[in-house]
């Protein structure tokens, strides 16, 4: 079994589930425009793949860049109010990612969550310590799944790491993308929103069912 050094990890259904916060963050922000919600289901498959803005273009692309700011505005304070309330880290992944310091392991935060938003969130679940780069969107002209990404975190890391000790580890198709276009190994994660079959048929290296098997891998 491959050993890794470097760990880049997706957030949203990988690290935490915020199906639910996002939903919610996502149609309170509707109402400010009397608009009907948007049913989780509709939502739940752009998790990771499109940002807020993004989202909000695809179901309105009729909108006006100031609508989508002001949307864009009412999610993300919504979403920081109701943080605790509505997300939660997944069984094992304070443990885990303590476990992975301990053995001095590079940790990494790559998302598409806001730069903002992200370090909130980290900072309230009190797991922002753990990792040495965080990347959102706007930290960088690039973002997932784009190869500049990886670039970036290669030159920042402050330990020099062979490519091929780098990993992904992620819950969606953007994720396998990101390490395909970095030529870095990819491990899948069962319970997010793509499933197994679908992370395999996109180059998974590795599919594991419980965050605490990273351990077997560093």
Request: glycine share 4%; with cysteine.
């Amino acid at each position: 079994m491959i050993k890794y050094d470097c760990f880049i990890f997706d957030f949203d259904g990988t690290l935490a589930d915020s199906r639910l916060n996002i939903t919610n963050s996502f149609n309170r922000a509707l109402k400010l425009y009397n608009l009907k919600p948007i049913s989780p289901e509709l939502i739940y498959p752009l998790i990771g793949k499109l940002n807020i803005e993004e989202t909000f273009k695809k179901f309105y692309p009729y909108f006006s860049l100031e609508k989508i700011k002001k949307l864009t505005k009412s999610f993300k304070i919504y979403q920081r109010k109701n943080s605790l309330k509505e997300i939660f880290l997944f069984d094992g992944v304070f443990e885990t990612l303590k476990t992975l310091q301990k053995k001095r392991k590079k940790l990494v935060i790559l998302t598409t969550k806001q730069i903002d938003q992200i370090i909130y969130i980290l900072n309230r679940f009190k797991i922002k310590s753990f990792f040495d780069i965080i990347i959102g969107e706007g930290f960088l002209e690039f973002k997932k799944p784009q190869k500049e990404c990886f670039d970036y975190i290669n030159k920042n890391i402050k330990k020099t790491i062979p490519k091929s000790n780098f990993v992904m580890i992620g819950d969606s198709i953007v994720d396998c993308q990101f390490a395909y276009n970095s030529e870095i190994d990819m491990i899948g994660v069962s319970w997010g929103i793509d499933n197994p079959s679908v992370l395999k048929k996109s180059g998974t290296k590795y599919i594991i069912n419980n965050i605490s098997e990273l351990i077997k891998f560093s």
